[in-house]
């Protein structure tokens, strides 16, 4: 069965700096990955996806992941933070042959100024 | 125009009650879902309905009843609330049935408190 491991539950950086989030999957075929961010009180709004072909995907509000089958992993990076990206960030996997998406546990994500 | 909405936002209710949480999408989706999200932001989904039919039933106690009076609609309701219900409940839905490979676009959350 597919799964999510999102290893990192809680991450502080400062404004400006860099951000990795990590994602690693479990699904023997090739995946279907998504990247959600939930903002505080909010639902969750889609980042970025991927399917298949370029392993390096741009998203919304400057997010891009790189897909690595050699790892399993799907993380998620941003050059430059800003205070308005402090909110949770959730990896899920989608199986082709089921309709059921599978989210890993979030990774909270604090900015400070 | 807001693409998923849900009501109540916030229902505070008494153990043993039954109540409802309704949700509404005006993207003209034909999949819908009820998601539950548990105190560790752990997220799950409940059911998924597509064009009102039932497709995505899982292992969730029978107090929780879906209905879908049509294919933009996607009502919860549950009886005999327990405190393990509180939770915050997401209302979700994709243009098609693929939700393992579409965009969900989700509402903003009911969070439900059962004292």
């Known amino acids: 069965a597919q799964s999510v491991t999102q290893p990192d539950i809680h991450i502080t950086v400062s404004e400006g700096a860099s951000l990795e989030l990590r994602c690693n999957y479990s699904?023997?075929?090739?995946?279907?990955l998504f990247w959600y961010v939930q903002s505080p009180g909010q639902g969750l709004q889609l980042l970025l996806k991927y399917f298949s072909g370029d392993t390096l995907v741009q998203g919304i509000k400057g997010f891009e992941a790189e897909f690595k089958r050699s790892q399993s992993s799907f993380n998620l990076r941003k050059p430059s933070v800003h205070w308005s990206d402090a909110a949770e960030y959730f990896c899920?996997?989608?199986?082709?042959?089921?309709?059921?998406?599978?989210f890993g546990t979030g990774t909270r994500l604090q900015v400070f100024p | 125009d807001t693409a998923v909405s849900q009501t109540p936002k916030y229902l505070v209710t008494q153990m043993g009650n039954d109540k409802s949480i309704k949700c509404e999408q005006n993207l003209g989706h034909d999949t819908m879902y009820w998601y539950k999200q548990d105190s560790k932001k752990f997220l799950k989904i409940m059911f998924s309905y597509n064009n009102k039919e039932l497709i995505i039933n899982e292992t969730v106690p029978n107090r929780f009843s879906p209905k879908s009076p049509d294919k933009a609609h996607l009502n919860l309701h549950i009886n005999s609330l327990e405190l393990g219900d509180s939770a915050v409940y997401f209302c979700?839905?994709?243009?098609?049935?693929?939700?393992?490979?579409?965009?969900?676009?989700f509402g903003p959350g009911t969070r439900l408190t059962v004292l």
């Open positions: 979700a839905s994709s243009p098609r049935l693929a939700g393992a490979t579409d965009t969900q676009y």
């Open positions: 899920a996997v989608g199986a082709g042959n089921t309709d059921k998406l599978i």
């Open positions: 699904y023997g075929a090739t995946p279907y």
